[in-house]
């Protein structure tokens, strides 16, 4: 059987306009070089997964869609290999996050520095 650090399914990405509407008015922010990261933490739910994510590249810093889906593609590889410490994190406080990464930076970074910023991302999500 595959654990949940393995893959990266459909429930685990936040599409509800509702959801991403209360994240963006009530969530919290922080940077890090090249993203912005919005959370909102609520109490565990059964029926949904610990974490919920959703991926932007604004068009205003990447005209081309190819760059804005490499982009895409590499955040979201980064993130399913490095999400089991904060999976963990959430199984032990009871909890669940939702949060949005939006990519701030203009040039296009290479994987290991997007797989760098994602596991920064998760310890302060995960303090």
């Not at 009530?26 to 997964?49: A, C, H, K, W």
């Not at 005209?63 to 590889?77: C, G, M, P, Y």
């Not at 040039?107 to 596991?119: D, Q, V």
């Amino acid at each position: 059987m595959r654990t949940h650090s393995a893959t990266f399914k459909k429930a685990e990405r936040l599409c509800s306009l509702k959801t991403i509407g209360s994240l963006f008015d009530t969530g919290r922010s922080f940077n890090l070089q090249g993203i912005r990261v919005v959370y909102m933490f609520s109490e565990e739910d059964t029926l949904l997964p610990p974490a919920r994510i959703l991926i932007s590249v604004p068009k205003r810093n990447f005209k081309r869609a190819v760059d804005r889906n490499l982009l895409k593609r590499r955040i979201r590889e980064a993130y399913r290999k490095n999400k089991a410490p904060l999976y963990d994190y959430l199984k032990v406080k009871n909890k669940r996050v939702d949060f949005a990464i939006i990519w701030t930076a203009t040039t296009i970074l290479p994987s290991s520095e997007i797989t760098a910023l994602i596991e920064e991302m998760i310890k302060r999500l995960s303090a």
